[in-house]
């Protein structure tokens, strides 16, 4: 029996899994290697975006397997999606599976422009 596909849009990333997730990451990431005296950064309070890839769970499961083998991945995407403003080096971001699993804690690596698409590399920083 086929799994029915999942919009991956309005999936719901909100959720106690992701803030588990996060303190585990930024842990064994050493994001947090010395405490402040003026309480927590904001990198230490608020975790980073969360997002899955692909037009359905199956694909997205197939692409966070991929970039955990690999320990990197890359995507590309029409320029005009960015509205101007493209991914900046060392951003991190929170990969999800196509249930919305957060899977790895990855950072942008490299940006690149070819014509009119941008391809955006990362490497996997913590994975679950």
């Not at 003026?38 to 037009?55: I, K, M, N, Q, R």
């Not at 957060?102 to 679950?128: C, I, K, N, W």
Request: charged residues 25%; hydrophobic residues 40%; proline residues 6%.
């Amino acid at each position: 029996m086929d799994e029915p596909e999942v919009d991956l849009s309005e999936t719901d990333f909100d959720h106690e899994e992701l803030r588990v997730f996060w303190d585990l990451a930024r842990f064994h990431a050493k994001l947090n290697a010395a405490p402040s005296y003026f309480g927590p950064t904001t990198l230490e309070s608020v975790p980073p975006p969360a997002w899955a890839y692909g037009d359905s769970a199956q694909e997205s499961d197939a692409f966070v397997e991929q970039v955990l083998a690999d320990e990197r991945g890359e995507t590309t995407a029409d320029a005009a999606d960015y509205l101007g403003d493209l991914p900046q080096l060392g951003v991190l971001s929170i990969l999800c599976d196509g249930s919305g699993v957060p899977r790895a804690l990855v950072e942008v690596s490299e940006v690149r422009t070819t014509g009119d698409q941008v391809v955006e590399a990362f490497r996997v920083v913590y994975r679950a």
